[in-house]
């Protein structure tokens, strides 16, 4: 990979941190005013739920999509710490073609279903579904490509294990 390749992922990288990080904060936020209006003021809102929870669902996709590094990812690998290098090759190509073969099979249906979408609104803010549900879209190829280059890696031999 070139130097112009790596600083364009790395600002990248760095940008999708940035949108996770105003997500927490949205999600903060919304949960202290809808604190403080309910027990300060009496005077409960409804859109600060709304906002919590989308917020929230677009932080845990778009973290997994696009911030959350292979090794950060929690996992049970009793049996892969066991195994020689070759084998934990092995079970990371098994693995990342069932994935890639899952989510490609599941993106037409995704994507019908969140066009679909566009036929609703968030209660509160208004929003159409679709937008909300877009994130999904997003998270769905980026495992996809994330899985397809762990494949390539343990074909390769070019892995971690």
Known sequence: MTGLARRVLAFG??????????????????????????????APVGWTTEVSTL???WGVLW????????DEEIRFDILYG??????????????????????????????????????ERAAYLGVRMDW?????????????IRYAFIVWRAVSGAGRA
């Open 13 to 42: 990288g760095r940008r999708a941190e940035n949108v996770l990080a105003a997500l927490l904060a949205a999600m903060f936020i919304a949960f202290v005013v809808q604190i403080v209006m309910r027990y300060v003021f009496n």
């Open 132 to 144: 909300l549900y877009s994130v999904y879209l997003v998270f769905a190829v980026a495992v996809i």
């Open 55 to 57: 917020a929230w669902l």
């Open 82 to 119: 066991a195994v020689p290098p070759g084998v934990r090759r092995v079970f990371d190509a098994i693995t990342g073609v069932a994935v890639v073969a899952i989510f490609t099979w599941s993106l037409p249906a995704v994507f019908d279903y969140v066009t679909f979408m566009k036929v």
């Open 63 to 70: 973290g997994a999509a696009l911030v959350l590094r292979e």
